[in-house]
């Protein structure tokens, strides 16, 4: 019997911990056709050791208990208007980062390279740090900082890793025999990772169009659109485009993981220190703490947590005690329904490539945006069939 990793049948979240931690060098992440990174074995190298299996927390049964008297819940504005509208939600990130930087620490966080890539960098510096802002919808590559961020530990510096759950969990799992104490561990609420491919192939797609490269991209225009819109805006040397292409694709659930609607990390028990997200319903519950200019959702999740929470000293917060409304099911605690033609829809693109796919699955995509279809007639039909037959059985 196999004991790597290849036994998870590629149930995976791409975190690459099993690569990292393999002292055979017998595991390599390759990138699918979506550009999601999954690990292949090497069989003449591995030894079944089982060491990759034990640190695969997306397929472990870990547990994250409440911490007594947690979490605590704020609503949570950057004091500055500049920071606000250059964070996705209310500058959340800038806030606790500062107090880390101020403590001559090191941050770990995503950074869009060449507008294209999605990786997480190292940063000790404000500017450095700033690079970090900002939500990219497509899945960040943790390789090339895992290592690193073990050394900075061991060399005594504070450490805060900020990314999304599975990728807390991950590094958690790799420094399971390190000391910890200097680490804080931000998960950010995640509804599910966007296809690198696909981002990419829109941007050549763009660029062909413009007659020009691109030279600049955000996800989501907040400065001149506001907080709740959903356009994204590619910048090109002399004109911009304002689209909605991404976010119909990724509401449609089209081009997030697959492995993201299986997550096990939608919970309401975080697995990181610090929790924080878009204050999505701040508008209904506190009207004056509202302006469509961002505010973030801060779940205080530990004591480590707590005391880095406290030092913030250039954010207003308000603590939320009915804090139910706030909390989004579908992005923290409820895992989606994957689209009926997801499988289809990449079947199509592995062959007639991006701009055929959007073409055939444009409106598909629009029709399921924010919402699950119902599972088609077959699958009905068998599901029914399944219930009566326990049913009989029972009897
Ligand atoms: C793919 C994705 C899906 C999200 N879905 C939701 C949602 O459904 N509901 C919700 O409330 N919030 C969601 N968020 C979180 C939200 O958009 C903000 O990232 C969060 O509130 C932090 O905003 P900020 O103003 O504090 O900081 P910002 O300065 O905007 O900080 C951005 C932070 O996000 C991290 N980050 C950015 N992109 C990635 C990435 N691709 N992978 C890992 N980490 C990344 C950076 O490391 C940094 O810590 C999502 C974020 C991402 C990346």
Same mark, same amino acid.
């Given at each position: 019997m196999k004991k790597n990793v290849f036994v998870f049948k590629n149930h995976c979240c791409g975190c690459g911990i099993c690569e990292a931690i393999c002292p055979h060098n017998a595991i390599i992440m390759q990138n699918n056709i979506q550009g999601f990174k999954y690990p292949k074995v090497n069989n003449n190298k591995c030894v079944n050791c089982g060491l990759c299996v034990e640190h695969c927390h997306f397929n472990s049964s870990n547990s994250f208990d409440v911490t007594d008297n947690y979490p605590y819940v704020f609503a949570l504005k950057h004091k500055s208007i500049d920071?606000?509208?250059?964070?996705?939600?209310?500058?959340?990130?800038?806030?606790?980062?500062?107090?880390?930087l101020n403590k001559k620490g090191a941050i770990y966080g995503c950074e869009l390279i060449d507008n294209r890539t999605a990786i997480h960098t190292r940063a000790v510096t404000q500017l450095e740090r700033n690079n970090q802002r900002e939500s990219k919808y497509i899945q960040s590559d943790i390789s090339g900082v895992i290592n690193s961020i073990k050394q900075d530990l061991l060399s005594g510096k504070y450490v805060l890793f900020s990314g999304t759950a599975c990728q807390v969990a991950a590094i958690k799992s790799y420094l399971k025999n390190i000391d910890t104490n200097k680490l804080i561990l931000v998960d950010i609420i995640c509804h599910g990772v966007g296809s690198p491919r696909f981002w990419s192939d829109y941007l050549d797609y763009l660029s062909h169009k413009a007659n020009s490269n691109?030279?600049?991209?955000?996800?989501?225009?907040?400065?001149?659109?506001?907080?709740?819109?959903?356009?994204?805006?590619?910048y090109f040397n002399d004109k911009k485009y304002d689209l909605d292409l991404f976010k119909i694709m990724y509401t449609s659930h089209l081009i997030?993981?697959?492995?993201?609607?299986?997550?096990?990390?939608?919970?309401?028990?975080?697995v990181g220190d610090i929790t924080i997200g878009d204050c999505w319903g701040i508008s209904d519950i506190l009207p004056e703490f509202f #302006?469509? !200019? /961002?505010?973030? %959702?801060?779940?205080?999740? #530990?004591? !480590? /947590?707590?005391? %880095?929470f406290n030092e913030i000293s250039c954010a207003d917060s308000i603590a939320i005690n009915n804090s139910s409304s706030l909390l989004q099911q579908s992005a923290l605690n409820v895992n989606w329904k994957k689209p009926n033609k997801y499988s289809k829809f990449w079947r199509f693109y592995k062959k007639h490539g991006f701009e055929q796919s959007i073409k055939k699955y444009d409106e598909y995509a629009k029709s399921i945006m924010f919402s699950e279809e119902p599972l088609p007639l077959i699958k009905r039909g068998l599901n029914k069939c399944i219930k009566l037959l326990k049913k009989k059985t029972k009897k």
């Open positions: 920071v606000r509208l250059n964070s996705r939600s209310g500058g959340a990130f800038t806030a606790l980062t500062d107090v880390v691109v030279i600049g991209a955000v996800f989501r225009n907040k400065k001149d659109f506001g907080w709740n819109s959903h356009i994204e805006t590619i997030i993981r697959s492995d993201c609607s299986d997550c096990p990390y939608k919970r309401i028990n975080r #302006d469509n !200019k /961002g505010v973030s %959702l801060v779940i205080v999740n #530990d004591k !480590k /947590g707590q005391n %880095l």
